[in-house]
C-alpha cells in the first residue's frame, strides 16, 4: 500500500475515534445528570479528562522519537459509580517477545493503533454493566478489532431472554446485517467462546459481539462497519440505561452485584489480550486497569 495512502487512513481512524470517545463521554453525562435523585441522591458526576503520553523511543539517529498517547476519560458519579472512556493512538516497536504473538509483526517490529476502550460499572445492580472497544492496527497489515458486549449482574437478567440481552444482540446484529450477514452469527459465536471463564465453566456476561484481524479487502467497508458498532452501542445502551436506571433494588442485589463484579476482574486478569497489549506497548496503567471495578466481593 502507498504509504500516503496509509497516513490518511491512519489519519481518518484515528479522528473517528476521538470523535466517539467525545460521544460516549456526552451520552453518559447526560445518563448520570438525568438519574433519579431519590434512588441517586446528590450531584451528578461528570468526566474529567487526562491526556497522557507514551514514554519516547531512541530513533535511528539516537534521538529520542515521540511515540503517541491518549486522553483517559474517568467518571466517578451517581448513576455510575465508575466508568472509563480512553482514547489512545501509539506507535513504535513492539518487544521481540511480544512481536511474535503479533500479526504481521515485520522484522523492524514497527506497528501503529489507535482506538476506544470503555468500561462501565453503574451503582445500580439494575442497570448493567459493559464494555466496549473499537480499534485499528498496523504493522505489515492493517486490521480492525473491536465489540461490545453486556455483563448484566442479577441472575434473571443473565438469561437470553431477558429483555436487555434481547435488544442488545438485535442492536450489534444489525450492524453486520448493514456489511454481511455471516459476520453477526461469527462475531457473537467469537464473543461466546472469548468472554468465557474457562476455571469457572461460566460466561462473563450474555454476550454481544467480538471481532479482531477483521480486514475484508475493503478499507472503507470495514472502517464504516466499525464507525457503526460505536453508534449502535452509544444508542443501544442509552437505552438500556434509561429503561432500568427508575427501579430500585435491594441489599440482596448489591451483594449478587459485587460478587458477580468478582468474575470481571477475574476475567480481565487471566485472559483479557487487550489488557495485555496495553501493558506490552507501554500504554498508560492507569486507563489499563480502570477497567476493574471500584467495589468487589468474592464469596
Sequence with gaps: MDSTVDASRKEKAQAWFQDLQTTIIAALDRLEAEAPVDLFGGAPGVFERTPWTRAPETGADGRPVETGGGVMGMLRGRLFEKAGVHFSKVDGLLSEDFAAQVKGAGPDRKFWASGVSLIIHPRSPKVPAVHMNTRMLSTTETWFGGGADLTPVLNYQREQSFPDAIDFHAAMQAVCNRYDPAWGQRYKEWCDEYFFLKHR???????????????????????AFVQDVGRAFVEVYEALVRRRMHEPWTPADREEQLIRRGRYVEFNLLYDRGTLFG????????????SMPPEVKWP
Design 201 to 223: 465453566n461460566e460466561m462473563r456476561g450474555i454476550g454481544g459481539i467480538f471481532f479482531d484481524h477483521h480486514q475484508s479487502g475493503d478499507w472503507e467497508k470495514d472502517f
Design 279 to 290: 501493558l506490552k506497548t507501554g500504554g498508560n496503567i492507569d486507563s489499563i486497569l480502570s
